[in-house]
């Protein structure tokens, strides 16, 4: 797994939830997003994230990157391409206090990749939160399993049926982030 700090004091915030990174932050692509040139961030995130910030709820993103198990991209290519997508969301601005990647293949059958937990046991270790009172937002079924595994809500985005009755539907990553904030403020 490789895991990028980019908070070092998450303790400014009162909440920090889980979310993917390709087709919730950036638009997803069929063959994988593996170069600068391909990152389209989606218009509802930069709002999405702006929201989440101002009601200090601080952000994990947890991304599956086979692409890097398949040797489509090294290692370095893969941070320099995630680092261009939080570059170009000003997250330096915003609340993202980490990033996971898993590079494996599913085949490699490691813990950290979604639907397995990995990615959210090491938050726990690092943070001290407990992942089954918080959120994830995801676009696939993997992040659906993540959710359900770790006991934490679910926020599914786009019309896709999910087998999980739990999942909360949302069109994008902002009006899911508005549901966080009101049931936050209850």
């Given at each position: 797994?490789?895991?990028?700090?980019?908070?070092?004091?998450?303790?400014?915030?009162?909440?920090?939830?889980?979310?993917?990174?390709?087709?919730?932050?950036?638009?997803?692509?069929p063959?994988?997003?593996?170069?600068?040139?391909?990152?389209?961030?989606?218009?509802?995130?930069?709002?999405?994230?702006?929201?989440?910030?101002?009601?200090?709820?601080?952000?994990?993103?947890?991304?599956?990157?086979?692409?890097?198990?398949?040797?489509?991209?090294?290692?370095?290519?893969?941070?320099?391409?995630?680092?261009?997508?939080?570059?170009?969301?000003?997250?330096e601005?915003?609340?993202?206090?980490?990033?996971?990647?898993?590079?494996?293949?599913?085949?490699?059958?490691?813990?950290?990749?979604?639907?397995?937990?990995?990615?959210?046991?090491l938050?726990?270790?690092?943070?001290?939160?407990?992942?089954?009172?918080?959120?994830?937002?995801g676009?696939?079924?993997?992040?659906?399993?993540?959710?359900?595994?770790?006991?934490?809500?679910?926020?599914?985005?786009?019309?896709?049926?999910?087998?999980?009755?739990?999942?909360?539907?949302?069109?994008?990553?902002?009006?899911?982030?508005?549901?966080?904030?009101?049931?936050?403020?209850?």
């Amino acid at each position: 797994m490789i895991f990028i700090q980019h908070i070092l004091d998450p303790t400014a915030y009162k909440k920090i939830i889980f979310m993917d990174r390709d087709g919730v932050i950036n638009e997803d692509s069929p063959d994988y997003v593996r170069s600068k040139s391909q990152v389209r961030i989606k218009e509802s995130a930069e709002k999405a994230l702006k929201l989440l910030h101002s009601n200090k709820i601080g952000i994990i993103i947890v991304t599956n990157q086979k692409m890097i198990g398949k040797g489509l991209v090294t290692v370095g290519e893969a941070i320099d391409i995630h680092m261009d997508i939080l570059k170009k969301l000003n997250y330096e601005k915003y609340s993202i206090i980490a990033s996971c990647i898993c590079p494996h293949l599913d085949s490699d059958n490691c813990n950290c990749r979604k639907p397995a937990c990995g990615m959210a046991d090491l938050a726990e270790k690092i943070y001290g939160i407990d992942a089954s009172k918080t959120y994830m937002i995801g676009d696939r079924m993997t992040d659906v399993g993540f959710a359900s595994n770790k006991g934490m809500e679910c926020l599914f985005l786009g019309d896709q049926e999910t087998e999980y009755q739990k999942c909360h539907m949302f069109e994008d990553v902002y009006e899911a982030a508005s549901w966080i904030i009101g049931k936050e403020k209850g």
